[in-house]
């Protein structure tokens, strides 16, 4: 007799919450004493935003660093730096948020989708290599979920075609690729500190970079277009007010003391889950190579094939592991190109040619991932060993409840 899944009423398998945001009296006091100082602001001087910029870059390797409101407001940033010009084309993943390619949009430009690698659900270079063209001008490749990019492969590509390289970080802070953080390889990295992301202030975004003149042109765009040394009513780039606060940055100067501890756990975490979950027929984890040396899972991914549980759904097995307490999700349900936003080209941009159609854009290995994949959640990759038994045993309970 299998035992009563929790989505029919049963007990749940997983009877334990995964907290976050995880913070103690140190955030706490470290915010508070902002806020009695008054010094809640951000005038491109703020003594905290700038502390906690230099904290950022030193942890990744990087010279510079620049916060902003948000993980995408950064991409904007860095394209806008890197010399975009109305009408080039950004080659981006479609299996990604739907930022990536809307910051592309935003700085009218034309996001190029072009698919991701079967097996790491990260952009295939070869795919890169295929659409480059004489109006190509970057690339944004996205670490999904934590899982470096073949950087080695991309960062050759643009040396040979004279493009620049943002990297996606929003899912990969402290994660690394041959040891080197992520973020740092190309010509800017870009990380978002929303609510779910692996280091958090609720809202914020930064860029780092090893370049003198995007560091200048990013940081004045950030602060109204406003230059080093210039009066504050002179106005010299295209920006707009992005500045953070300094309550953010001191939060986030306590949360990133905490992150290579919870990025070794997670990735020791993510090790163990690869060894239980592959030992059970129907699921495949991706696939992680010896170029990640750190693999920060912001989102534990695998392949669930249906054939191996009875025929059931996807989205029903991942209703059913939900309910069981294993904190997970389905993932995206379509591709980007497939969303209204690009079907419909509503865009408030007339840089983008009319001959670009996103209707007839198909990369299926992204619109597989969409359709296989299951997302274990970061937080979840916080607990221990026996947490991690227990998400096994959780998918069992449903498959032998099923078969
Ligand atoms: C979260 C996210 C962003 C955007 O970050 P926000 O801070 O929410 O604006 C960009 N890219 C990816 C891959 C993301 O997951």
Not at 8 to 31: C, L, R, T
Not at 43 to 72: L, Q, W
Not at 269 to 276: C, Q, R, S, V
Not at 356 to 382: F, G, K, M, R
Request: charged residues 20%; aromatic residues 10%.
């Amino acid at each position: 007799m299998s035992e009563k899944l929790a989505i029919h009423g049963g007990s749940k398998a997983v009877d334990k919450e995964f907290p976050w945001p995880i913070y103690d009296s140190n955030d706490v006091n470290a915010v508070t004493e902002i806020v009695m100082s008054g010094k809640w602001g951000n005038p491109d001087c703020g003594d905290e935003v700038a502390r906690f910029e230099s904290e950022f870059a030193a942890y990744c390797g990087s010279k510079y660093a620049i916060t902003c409101v948000n993980g995408s407001v950064s991409l904007r940033l860095a394209l806008i730096a890197c010399g975009v010009k109305p009408g080039d084309e950004v080659i981006v993943p479609p299996y990604t948020f739907i930022t990536t390619a809307s910051s592309v949009i935003e700085c009218n430009c034309v996001p190029v989708f072009v698919d991701i690698d079967a097996d790491t659900y990260n952009i295939s270079p070869a795919a890169i290599e295929a659409a480059i063209t004489e109006r190509t001008k970057a690339i944004i490749p996205v670490h999904f979920g934590g899982l470096a990019c073949d950087m080695d492969a991309i960062m050759d590509i643009a040396k040979r075609h004279g493009l620049r390289v943002i990297e996606d970080a929003a899912h990969a802070h402290g994660a690394e690729y041959k040891g080197k953080k992520l973020g740092s390889i190309g010509d800017v990295g870009s990380f978002s500190f929303q609510s779910s992301k692996n280091l958090t202030s609720g809202e914020g975004g930064i860029v780092i970079t090893n370049d003198d003149e995007l560091y200048a042109m990013m940081r004045s765009l950030r602060n109204v277009g406003r230059i080093e040394g210039g009066q504050w009513y002179d106005h010299y780039n295209p920006g707009c007010n992005y500045r953070t606060t300094q309550m953010q940055a001191v939060l986030l100067s306590q949360q990133l003391k905490r992150l290579e501890m919870q990025t070794q756990k997670r990735n020791d975490n993510g090790l163990f889950l690869n060894e239980l979950l592959s030992n059970i027929r129907g699921l495949m984890p991706l696939t992680r190579s010896e170029a990640i040396t750190l693999h920060c899972y912001h989102i534990y991914i695998f392949k669930y094939d249906a054939s191996e549980f009875g025929g059931l759904s996807r989205n029903d097995f991942a209703a059913m592991l939900a309910a069981e307490g294993v904190p997970s999700f389905k993932g995206y349900p379509h591709p980007l190109y497939k969303q209204p936003l690009f079907q419909n080209k509503n865009f408030m941009c007339y840089a983008i040619p009319d001959h670009v159609d996103y209707t007839q854009v198909h990369c299926p290995n992204a619109e597989q991932a969409c359709s296989e994949a299951i997302w274990i959640l970061q937080h979840a990759l916080l607990g221990e060993k026996e947490d991690m038994q227990a998400f096994a045993q959780a998918i069992l309970k449903i498959q032998r409840a099923i078969c």
